[in-house]
């Protein structure tokens, strides 16, 4: 039973420019959240989809979107990337919304800007 | 807003011993759940224990148990015969019920010592 896989494991941008992550739920999930790790910090909550929608979003800036897929994997996207983006961008999913109390989280993305 | 709080940035205790990791929250909501998540070198956000608020019974699983009290709003996290491969970050964490939000504190630092 495949876990939350996400890609790539890290990645080094430059600023100003975009950045693409994805990750693949766990088997039988359809809910994706993504959360932003800075150095040192606890996770941040960025925002959460289901159904190929949006359903929550914490305080995050709109240069931060995403996406969902029929399949259920999701993609995060951030543009116009500051210094203050490098961080450990972690996925989570669940089955089905409120459920967050079974979210299994992925091995995150590294995103280190210069 | 809810808030979590973690008091102790860096702990260490030999292998063997008890240690007792400190948690503290905010919060208006009734409903709810606490976590204490593990992340090791590896990254990977792993569930140590959850507890529902509504029960009164703390929760244990194995060498892991917890001392919530609700009125006090602390939610500590004991690791009995701790082990080499405790050594990780814990983060305590909070989820309001039917939402898939977590709330992160800054997490504690364990070393467990050889």
């Known amino acids: 039973d495949a876990g939350v896989t996400q890609s790539p494991t890290h990645l080094i941008k430059t600023r100003g420019q975009q950045v693409t992550l994805r990750c693949s739920p766990k088997?039988?999930?359809?809910?994706v959240s993504w959360y932003q790790q800075a150095l040192g910090q606890g996770p941040q909550f960025i925002f959460q989809?289901?159904?190929?929608?949006?359903?929550q979003r914490g305080n995050f800036p709109d240069r931060f979107s995403g996406h969902q897929f029929p399949n259920y994997s999701s993609e995060l996207n951030v543009n116009a990337l500051l210094l203050g983006d490098s961080a450990l961008y972690l996925c989570?999913?669940?089955?089905?919304?409120?459920?967050?109390?079974?979210?299994?989280f992925g091995p995150g993305t590294r995103l280190t800007v210069t | 807003a809810q808030t979590v709080t973690q008091s102790q940035p860096e702990m260490s205790v030999q292998e063997a011993e008890t240690v007792t990791l400190s948690c503290t929250y905010d919060?208006?909501?009734?409903?709810?759940?606490l976590f204490w998540y593990k992340q090791p070198p590896s990254r990977q956000m792993i569930l140590v224990i959850r507890?529902?608020?509504?029960?009164?019974q703390n929760a244990t699983e194995n060498r892991f148990s917890v001392n919530f009290q609700k009125a006090a709003k602390s939610f500590s996290l004991k690791i009995s015969d701790s082990q080499l491969g405790d050594t990780a970050m814990y983060f305590c964490?909070?989820?309001?019920?039917?939402?898939?939000?977590?709330?992160f504190g800054k997490g504690t630092r364990l070393h467990i010592l050889p």
């Open positions: 919060t208006s909501e009734n409903n709810y759940y």
């Open positions: 989809y289901y159904e190929e929608e949006e359903r």
């Open positions: 964490a909070f989820m309001k019920r039917r939402d898939d939000k977590i709330i």
């Open positions: 088997s039988g999930h359809d809910t």
């Open positions: 507890q529902e608020a509504y029960k009164q």
């Open positions: 989570a999913s669940s089955r089905g919304t409120g459920q967050g109390y079974e979210q299994y």
